[in-house]
């Protein structure tokens, strides 16, 4: 009996060692053992195939590079590879619990992940609808009788609104009726944010910030007709507007009102030969009312037009960028297509075919470039040899006409004006325009004796800034049209 009580009692632990606990991954001192990191599967096959193909690229055969008395092989491919099979492998941070946080905490997180993003935006023109009996057109050439007559109609309906004299042959109210119509697609090259994919909550909370915005207007001020699949926070994101046409031309005006930001390109280089008329054909000025406020402030008088055309058709405008007059998307092609005069659909369709990929305003520039600093011993009849580029040629042209030799770029910003205070107490707010201003390195250049020529550099900059302002933002002009094309010149370039 005693013996059997004494194979019952439980065994005497040696003094100062611990009693296991009752968990099976404890260590000898009842701690609980520490988790091994289990390796996906996928991850050890491409961790071995890393190990494989630092083998494979060894040129030593596996011998030792040099000896030694161990017999280890020296290699640096296969001490690398070595090093590579005892990586660790750490999984991703997580934070399992972020459901269970309020919800209007996890909505400022949701917002606090946006960043301002720099839109170039994008255009194709897709088929032409029949108004009448809605039957589409999948055409690809857009160049017939047809197709002249819905682009004159379009830009008509858009001067009218702006109180514009519409072309010579629709003088009548029968230019507002559009028996044809265009369908375009409008979209960005910048992906959305990242917080319109990740769930519901997420998509939910961008969706209230991000609007579809940027489609095709109709030509007045509440109608758009065009498709567009780019979203858009106007509180945060920059509008990248890569070509001269007025903005009027292309999107519809409940959009360009709201718009904050923007970047268009230079209608002409900030130099004096510019500064004045910056080609044969350009515009005249609109004769607008005299409804300017004078009790609004204006820092220049170059800028009071634009601040006109920006307090009363683009009220929330703040930051207005330029960049460079050969950045327009067209600038090429319009080198290349051989045009002697402006595009005018009014009396003729010739070049109706590359309407989308031509710019007036481009055409109107490289017009004076070529007979103010015409190339030595080029063709006169033909503008872009072979193996040309336009855009560095045309560079080099204007610089060196003022003898710059050594062109140094530097940003610039001019404040237009400051905004009426919302409510009595406050400041209004500052309108900015940032510039590529040209200088000479080596202070050789002419610009330099603009003083001494009796004219004035920073007048010179603000009224070339101003004309390309004044463009942007104001109606169409005598050879603009709707924009239905933004991007390069070949489709499979977008």
């Known amino acids: 009996m005693e013996q059997s009580k004494m194979e019952q009692s439980p065994v005497q632990q040696p003094r100062g060692i611990k009693r296991k606990r009752d968990y099976d991954d404890a260590d000898d001192y009842g701690r609980p053992a520490k988790k091994q990191v289990v390796v996906d599967e996928p991850i050890l096959s491409h961790r071995s195939k890393t190990i494989q193909k630092f083998n494979a690229s060894c040129r030593c055969s596996g011998q030792p590079s ?61 088929a032409t609808r029949d108004m009448a009996t809605g039957e589409i057109d999948l055409g690809t050439q857009f160049a017939s009788e047809r197709d002249r007559r819905i682009r004159i109609k379009h ?22 009726n559009m028996d044809h119509q265009y369908l375009t697609v409008t979209f960005g090259t910048t992906p959305p944010p ?27 001020v509440m109608t758009q007709v065009g498709q567009t699949n780019m979203i858009f926070n106007f509180d945060l994101d920059r509008l990248m507007y890569p070509i001269h046409c007025p903005l009027s031309t292309s999107f519809w005006m409940a959009d360009l009102r709201r718009l904050q930001k923007i970047s268009i390109p230079e209608l002409v280089p900030p130099l004096p030969d510019f500064y004045s008329q910056y080609g044969p054909w350009s515009d005249d000025a609109i004769p607008y009312p005299d409804v300017f406020n004078h009790k609004e402030v204006v820092f220049h008088h170059e800028f009071e037009l634009v601040w006109y055309l920006l307090r009363k058709f683009f009220p929330a405008m703040r930051d207005i960028r330029l960049e460079p007059f050969h950045s327009c998307d067209r600038y090429d092609s319009t080198s290349y297509s051989q045009l002697t005069d402006p595009m005018d659909l009014e009396f003729s369709d010739e070049g109706l075919a590359d309407a989308d990929y031509t710019c007036h305003a481009c055409f109107n520039l490289q017009t004076a470039i070529d007979s103010a600093f015409p190339l030595i011993g080029a063709d ?55 510039f590529r201003a040209i200088y000479d390195e080596d202070q050789s250049s002419t610009v330099v004796d603009l003083l001494a020529r009796r004219i004035d550099w920073d007048h010179v900059k603000r009224k070339c800034v101003a004309r390309t302002l004044e463009r942007a933002f104001g109606p169409p002009g005598v050879y603009d049209y709707m924009t239905y094309h933004m991007g390069p010149h070949h489709e499979n370039d977008v």
């Open 66 to 126: 040099s000896s030694s008395s161990s017999g280890e092989v020296a290699c640096s491919c296969h001490s690398l590879s070595g090093e590579v099979s005892k990586m660790v492998i750490s999984p991703p941070p997580l934070f399992p619990k972020f459901s269970l946080l309020p919800t209007e905490l996890r909505l400022m997180i949701w917002r606090a992940t946006w960043e301002t993003r720099n839109i170039t935006v994008r255009r194709q023109l897709m």
């Open 155 to 176: 830009v008509n309906i858009a001067k009218h609104c702006w109180g514009v004299p519409p072309f010579a042959d629709d003088k009548s109210d029968e230019f507002m």
């Open 194 to 220: 990242v917080t319109s994919k990740v769930n519901k909550e997420s998509r939910h909370e961008t969706l209230r910030h991000y609007d579809l915005a940027w489609a095709l207007t109709r030509g007045n």
């Open 380 to 434: 006169p009849t033909q503008r872009v040899p072979d193996d040309f580029n336009a855009i560095q040629s045309d560079t080099d042209r204007v610089l060196d006409s003022r003898g710059i030799m050594q062109p140094v770029y530097k940003e610039e910003t001019i404040v237009i004006g400051i905004t009426p205070p919302e409510r009595e107490g406050q400041e209004g707010e500052k309108v900015t325009v940032t």
